[in-house]
């Protein structure tokens, strides 16, 4: 696998890389990481670091070095691969690409962002349609160079189709640890943060950024309290938007009702949050797929949440959750009716944890097995699982 970002840079696709990469070594499918360098980290094992240089306006990335990537090919060469998995549309991919050339081996991509509804929060002084037409082209040039392409969502797959990509196109969310999410510890939780045990608390999880629309959160959360004056919001995570977002809460009033609490430990501290919550919510219209909302089902907290792009495909069914409205006084009074009326929250909560295992990373990566071997077929490769001799896929995040 290649990828031009992994941990400890903290986001959606670092996260889809580990729980597939080992879920599949579980497999039998040993699995090589070439990933970019973000401080004083050192190769390791099945992990290769490239040295990287900052992205100007964005310092939590890396862009890896091309040429390194490439002066890998000797060592490579050696190790038999059967494919190369590229994470990531930058450096990663035109690496990654090159080296399936050199390697004579089939490479494929996750198109984890729609890019085209992202560019224009970053790149404000460019018209926001030249910038989606930009945004498709380039994909389009990209996903059909490629032997196959995996998408999250039905609704990423309609859109590449759009695009006209006309490569494979498998649809394949990234599945979830359920064990890790479900020994949270509530009381732990709120008595750290100081939340009182009975005190109503919705919970939103992920990246703090524009395209979250975390701003509509807040704009319901004012309507609900009004109803509910102690009900609070948390939201944890870091990103560019949480200065703005901090202001807004102030201009709304909503200091002693939202909470922010930054990044939190994955492995220890978010499920506590997820305990420690009465309702998830989430209104971003961009998501791909949106595994927090999935985190969330396992952890048994019921959701709320807009079904729009990836959310659809975990919302629509109505399990263990509800699908909010697109508008925020209604999904105030979503949140509100959820709060007042225990009954419908409580069976919500019944239903989340049984959804949410349908959806598991052990099926999903046995899914990602068989596609990888549906591609080395038709390459005449043959990709077999197995304790001996282990198949080898290059994963190019």
Request: proline fraction near 6%.
């Amino acid at each position: 696998m290649l990828s031009d970002v992994y941990f400890p840079r903290v986001n959606g696709v670092s996260t889809s890389i580990e729980t597939f990469r080992t879920c599949l070594a579980q497999k039998g499918v040993e699995v090589t990481l070439i990933a970019p360098r973000y401080g004083s980290e050192q190769s390791a094992g099945n992990l290769i670091r490239l040295p990287s240089r900052r992205i100007p306006m964005d310092p939590e990335d890396r862009l890896m070095s091309y040429r390194a990537a490439l002066e890998l090919t000797p060592r490579l060469e050696k190790e038999n691969y059967d494919l190369i998995h590229i994470q990531t549309p930058f450096v990663a991919h035109y690496a990654g690409v090159a080296l399936a050339w050199r390697l004579g081996i089939p490479a494929v991509a996750t198109y984890h962002t729609l890019f085209e509804e992202y560019l224009y929060h970053y790149i404000p002084f460019l018209p926001r349609e030249w910038l989606r037409g930009l945004a498709r082209r380039y994909s389009r040039r990209q996903c059909n160079e490629l032997a196959g392409v995996i998408v999250p969502s039905t609704a990423m797959a309609e859109r590449l189709r759009e695009y006209q990509v006309t490569t494979t196109l498998e649809i394949l969310p990234t599945g979830i640890p359920l064990q890790r999410f479900a020994r949270g510890d509530r009381a732990a939780f709120r008595q750290r943060h100081g939340l009182a045990p009975d005190r109503p608390l919705a919970l939103f999880v992920g990246r703090v950024a524009h395209e979250k629309n975390i701003g509509f959160l807040l704009e319901a959360l004012q309507l609900a309290c009004r109803r509910i004056p102690d009900l609070c919001l948390v939201v944890t995570g870091e990103g560019p938007a949480r200065p703005a977002l901090e202001r807004q809460a102030g201009q709304l009033g909503l200091q002693d009702n939202v909470l922010f609490l930054g990044y939190l430990d994955r492995q220890t501290e978010l499920p506590d949050a997820y305990a420690g919550a009465d309702l998830f919510v989430f209104a971003s219209r961009t998501e791909t797929q949106g595994l927090v909302l999935l985190e969330a089902m396992a952890a048994g907290l019921p959701v709320l949440g807009l079904a729009a792009m990836g959310t659809r495909d975990i919302l629509e069914p109505e399990r263990g959750c509800q699908v909010g409205a697109d508008d925020v006084s209604r999904f105030a009074e979503q949140m509100v009716a959820l709060f007042e009326q225990d009954q419908t929250r409580l069976r919500l909560a019944a239903e989340t944890r049984a959804y949410a295992a349908e959806w598991s990373d052990q099926a999903m990566a046995a899914r990602l097995c068989s596609f990888y071997e549906q591609i080395c077929r038709q390459h005449g490769k043959q990709f077999q699982q197995g304790p001996s001799p282990l198949p080898r896929a290059l994963d190019s995040h």
